[in-house]
T-cell receptor
């Protein structure tokens, strides 16, 4: 499978705990994106990397959220001190150009 | 800011054509997209159109863009049961996609 992969697929955590998600993009893609999707809504942009540089961050990405892409390959998204409002599907996408974003299957986070 | 709107539901008979409509507000959008999402899955890129085009056809899919009215549509010919899914319209510039809330398409026999 050469598509975007995300792990874990599901995460259940208690409020106040930290969680970390991983995204492995398609191998030749230098651009990587994170989105969040809540029930009944379309995805909302969170952040964008070109290689290892984080070039854009949405105002949705509060200071409890941090994303990294240390070697320009995989990326991690960490949420500290989770809140119930963080429950959502976290989607990763990658691309080799400015306009074709390919999405992974997502990580569904449930905060109890 | 960006705002993409689409109708929430569409029911269509198998074999008929489906038309899903979308309006957007950002006149500087470079590309307009249609994505498909099946239950429990991520988003599948169906097709996209550059903002200086008015039509794009790809097998059973036809995209029409009216840039003046900021209106985008997706026509699916000969709709099949496998086309049942949520379809998202999105506008994009360089790195960021802004999505609508999605249209749930149900194909009935």
């Amino acid at each position: 499978d050469t598509g975007v992969s995300q792990n874990p697929r599901h995460k259940i955590t208690k409020r106040g705990q930290n969680v970390t998600f991983r995204c492995d993009p398609i191998s030749e893609h230098n651009r990587l994106y994170w989105y969040r999707q809540t029930l009944g809504q379309g995805p909302e942009f969170l952040t964008y990397f070109q290689n290892e540089a984080q070039l854009e961050k949405s105002r949705l990405l509060s200071d409890r959220f941090s994303a990294e892409r240390p070697k320009g390959s995989f990326s991690t998204l960490e949420i500290q001190r989770t809140e119930q409002g963080d429950s959502a599907m976290y989607l990763c996408a990658s691309s080799f150009n400015a306009y074709e974003q390919f999405f992974g299957p997502g990580t569904r986070l449930t905060v109890l | 800011g960006e705002d993409v709107e689409q109708s929430l539901f569409l029911s269509v008979r198998e074999g008929d054509s489906s038309v899903i409509n979308c309006t957007y507000t950002d006149s500087s959008s470079t590309y307009l997209y249609w994505y498909k999402q099946e239950p429990g899955a991520g988003l599948q890129l169906l097709t996209y159109i550059f903002s200086n085009m008015d039509m794009k056809q790809d097998q059973r899919l036809t995209v029409l863009l009216n840039k003046k009215d900021k209106h985008l549509s997706l026509r699916i010919a000969d709709t099949q049961t496998g086309d049942s899914a949520i379809y998202f319209c999105a506008e994009g510039n360089d790195y960021k996609l802004s999505f609508g809330a999605g249209t749930t398409v149900t194909v009935r026999a």
